[in-house]
């Protein structure tokens, strides 16, 4: 849970921080975003599970 926060936590202060500065965010757009970081974790873990038998 503590991970959780701190990485809610940074995104945040990333996120306010390139708004302040008036620059694009460095993120494709919200839903697409969000997928493309839910198949690198995937992705990650899919190899994770398969190193253990090869």
Do not use: C, D, H, N
Not at 21 to 31: M, Q, T
């Amino acid at each position: 849970m503590k991970l959780l926060l701190l990485s809610t936590l940074t995104g945040f202060v990333a996120g306010f921080v390139f708004s302040l500065f008036r620059l694009p965010i460095p993120a494709p757009p919200a839903l697409a975003g969000i997928f493309g970081i839910l198949g690198i974790y995937l992705g990650y873990q899919a190899f994770e599970w398969m190193s253990r038998y090869f």
